[in-house]
C-alpha cells in the first residue's frame, strides 16, 4: 500500500506543479508594471539562491570534487530555466495577455518530442508529425489572433513571439535535465542551476539599467522579487525537477497542458481577460496535436 503511495505521489505533483508554475504568468503581467523584466527575472533568481544556499552550502563545498564536472552542463540549464524562460516570459507579459502565454507556452511538449525525435532517437509516425503540424497552426492562429493580414504582414505581437521562445527554451531545459544524469541531490542542484541562471542574466541586467529602464527598489520591489523567488521558482521548479525526475521527459512536460486553464483563470481574476473565440480553436488544436504526437512515441 505505501508503495503505491510512493507511485502515485509524483502523478498528484504533476497537476499541482502548474498552479505555482502558472503564477509566473500573473508576476510577467503585474509585476512588470513595477520592475523591469530583466531586473524582475535576476533579483528573482538571485534571491532564490540566496535562500536555498544556507541549506546546501556545506554539501557542495564538501562535494565539489564529484560534480565539478558538471558545471558546464548546470550552467547551460540555468542559462535555459532561469535565463531565457526566466526573463522572455516577463518581456513578454508587457505586450501581451496572461491567456495567450498559458496557451502558448502550453505548446511545449510539442517542441519536447520533436527535439527529443531529432537528439535522442524518439521515433515519430505519421500521425505525430499530423500533430506537430496542428499544434503549431493553432499556436500561430493564437499569436496572430485568427487575423490572416497579420500573418501575411509579419505584425505579430512582439510579447506572443518572446513566449514563443520561452516555450522552446523550456522543452530544452526539460529534456537536458532529465537525459543529463547528475551525482547532486534535487535541491543542491537546483541551487547550482539558480546561481547561474542569476549570472547568465547578469549582463543583461546590467544594459538593461544602464540604456532602457533603471530598478526602483521599493515595497513593490520586495513583494515581487520575494513571490516570484517562491512560488514560480523554489516550490514550482522543485516540484517540476522531483516529478521529471521521476516520470521522465515527455509526461512531465504534459503539465503544461494544465497551462492554459490555470492561465485563463489568473488572466479572469486578476486582470479583467476574457476568452476570445480565437483561443478556443487554438486551445483545440494545441491539446489535438500534443494527443497525437504523445501517441505511440517509441525509442529507437
Known amino acids: 500500500m505505501k508503495s503505491n503511495n510512493k507511485t502515485l505521489i509524483p502523478y498528484f505533483l504533476l497537476f499541482i506543479q ?33 535562500i536555498l544556499l544556507p541549506f546546501t552550502f556545506l554539501y557542495l563545498k564538501k562535494n565539489f570534487h ?3 564536472n558538471e558545471l558546464k552542463r548546470l550552467f547551460f540549464l540555468g542559462f535555459l530555466g532561469c535565463g531565457i524562460c526566466g526573463a522572455f516570459p516577463f518581456i513578454a507579459g508587457q505586450t ?28 515519430l509516425n505519421i500521425s505525430q508529425y499530423l ?3 496542428i499544434c503549431l497552426v493553432g499556436v500561430i492562429l493564437i499569436i496572430v489572433k485568427a487575423n490572416i493580414d497579420l500573418l501575411i504582414n509579419l505584425k505579430f505581437t512582439v510579447g506572443d513571439l518572446w513566449m514563443l521562445g520561452a516555450s522552446i527554451g523550456w ?12 551525482k547532486l541531490p534535487l535541491i543542491q542542484r537546483f541551487t547550482l542551476i539558480s546561481m547561474f541562471g542569476a549570472i547568465s ?22 513583494l515581487w522579487v520575494l ?5 514560480p521558482s523554489i516550490i514550482a521548479f522543485l516540484l517540476f525537477n522531483f516529478v521529471n525526475n521521476k516520470l521522465g521527459a515527455s509526461i512531465t512536460g504534459s503539465v503544461l497542458y494544465l497551462y492554459t486553464v490555470y492561465g485563463a483563470v489568473y488572466g479572469f481574476l486578476f486582470f479583467d481577460e476574457r476568452l476570445e473565440i480565437y483561443h478556443l480553436f487554438g486551445t483545440i488544436m494545441v491539446f489535438i496535436g500534443i494527443f497525437l504526437v504523445k501517441n505511440n512515441v517509441k525509442k529507437v
Open 96 to 123: 501581451t495577455t496572461i491567456v495567450n502565454m498559458g496557451i502558448i507556452y502550453s505548446s511545449s511538449p510539442i517542441f519536447i518530442i520533436a527535439i527529443s525525435a531529432i537528439f535522442f532517437k524518439e521515433k
Open 18 to 50: 502548474p498552479i505555482f508554475m502558472a503564477s509566473n504568468l500573473v508576476i510577467a503581467r503585474g509585476g512588470t508594471e513595477f520592475i523591469p523584466p530583466i531586473s524582475l527575472a535576476f533579483w528573482r533568481w538571485t534571491l532564490c539562491f540566496l
Open 171 to 182: 522543452a530544452l531545459y526539460t529534456i537536458y535535465l532529465f537525459h543529463w544524469k547528475t
Open 227 to 231: 513571490f516570484a523567488a517562491l512560488s
Open 131 to 133: 500533430g506537430i503540424l
Open 66 to 68: 564529484q560534480f565539478k
Open 201 to 222: 542574466l547578469f549582463p543583461f541586467f546590467i544594459l538593461e539599467e544602464a540604456f532602457i529602464l533603471q530598478t526602483n527598489y521599493d515595497f513593490n520591489f520586495l
